[in-house]
């Protein structure tokens, strides 16, 4: 939701930038990933017997399934855009397949408390 207010208040055409923002959807979720496994080995976390055991790939699903799901929800604003599809087309791969099994019932427990969200 925060991208879409940013994307609408600078203006950013979706349909002519949407090469530009499906790269950022994906540094965004690297850096979501590449963050928690810093935090997961800092002296605070080691001290304290804190453990990490993410997967990338895992996490890198996640995040562009949720970005896509949330920026679904608008398409009057995303529907036109090869963005959504090209989400859509990332999240379908055969290499993906494992992790939409995986992650079925999360997503759908999601997609649930997505249902009540107005922006």
Known sequence: ???????V????????????????????????YTAIQ?????????TN?????????????LGTHAFYTVLSKKPEVYGTSTL????RFELSLPC???LRHRFKRVVKEGLEGVAALDF
Do not use: E, P
């Open 1 to 7: 939701m925060k991208m879409h207010h940013y994307l």
């Open 9 to 32: 208040g600078w203006g950013i055409g979706v349909a002519k930038n949407a090469k530009f923002l499906h790269d950022v959807i994906k540094k965004v979720t690297r850096y979501a």
């Open 38 to 46: 810093h935090k997961s080995c800092n002296k605070v976390a080691r």
């Open 49 to 61: 017997g804190g453990i990490c055991d993410l997967q990338k790939g895992s996490v890198l699903w």
């Open 84 to 87: 959504l599809k090209s989400l």
């Open 96 to 98: 993906n397949k494992r």
